[in-house]
């Protein structure tokens, strides 16, 4: 099992920048893909980026290829999302998730989310 908690959310202008982390713990950590997703008030969770364990690896939703690059420490047992060029619709709660093979969907373990807010 696997516990994450993210950081890092809140308001920002259209833009501007944000770095979200999220911090796991439990059993090996670092042996587990990490990701992150979000969602929107009204809409479905959507896939945002992976990183396979020990970072060789990535996958990045459309929608964010070329603004938004994940990372992971695992000295740190940490995985971050920055955010650049930040767009209104980026605005979500982000989660943070785990699981043993990098993939888009259907992650085991979750953090609680962060809020990200994106306005003028």
């Known amino acids: 099992q696997v516990q994450l908690v993210e950081g890092g959310g809140g308001l920002v202008q259209p833009g501007g920048s944000l770095r979200l982390s999220c911090v796991a713990s439990?059993?090996?950590?670092?042996?587990?893909?990490m990701a992150w997703f979000r969602q929107a008030p009204g809409k479905e969770r959507e896939f945002v980026a992976a990183?396979?364990?020990?970072?060789?690896?990535?996958l990045y939703g459309d929608s964010v290829k070329g603004r938004f690059t994940i990372s992971r420490d695992n000295a740190k047992n940490t995985v971050y999302l920055q955010m650049n060029n930040l767009k209104v619709e980026d605005t979500a709660v982000y989660y943070c998730?785990?699981?043993?093979?990098?993939?888009?969907?259907?992650?085991?373990?979750w953090g609680q989310g962060t809020q990200v807010t994106v306005s003028s």
């Open positions: 998730a785990a699981d043993s093979a990098l993939k888009d969907r259907g992650y085991a373990y």
């Open positions: 439990g059993r090996s950590p670092f042996n587990y893909v």
């Open positions: 990183i396979s364990g020990y970072g060789s690896r990535t």
